[in-house]
Nanobody, 120 residues
Framework: QVQLVESGGGLVQPGGSLRLSCVAS????????MAWYRRAPEKAREFVAA???????QVDNSVKGRFTISRDNAKKSMFLQMNNLEPEDTAVYYC??????????????WGQGTQVTVSL
């Protein structure tokens, strides 16, 4: 069984910062691309950022210059540094991982999500 567990969400004022973490565990053989998505109330889930095993990253234009994605392959973890947060960033943030399990089956897994609220 594979689990992705997000942490680091919370309530922050506009202009503040948060650092989200995602830790993968379980019967994992190899993790390929990892990514962050978010879902605001009454909106569809949207792409935020992704990072390859080699550390190459891409971010959505809506967060470019404010968010930075990274990963630690040894710790099977991924991070999202969120700076200059705006109320529009309020959403549940989800960790996604494209991975191969120990039985050599390839799947995309999702975490349970962590709430980020940007408000006065």
């Amino acid at each position: 069984q594979v689990q992705l567990v997000e942490s680091g969400g919370g309530l922050v004022q506009p202009g503040g910062s948060l650092r989200l973490s995602c830790v993968a565990s379980g019967n994992i053989s190899e993790i390929y691309t990892m990514a962050w998505y978010r879902r605001a109330p009454e909106k569809a889930r949207e792409f935020v950022a992704a990072v390859s095993p080699g550390g190459r990253s891409q971010v959505d234009n809506s967060v470019k210059g404010r968010f930075t994605i990274s990963r630690d392959n040894a710790k099977k973890s991924m991070f999202l540094q969120m700076n200059n947060l705006e109320p529009e960033d309020t959403a549940v943030y989800y960790c996604n991982a494209d991975l191969r399990d120990i039985w050599q089956r390839r799947f995309e897994y999702w975490g349970q999500g962590t709430q980020v609220t940007v408000s006065l």
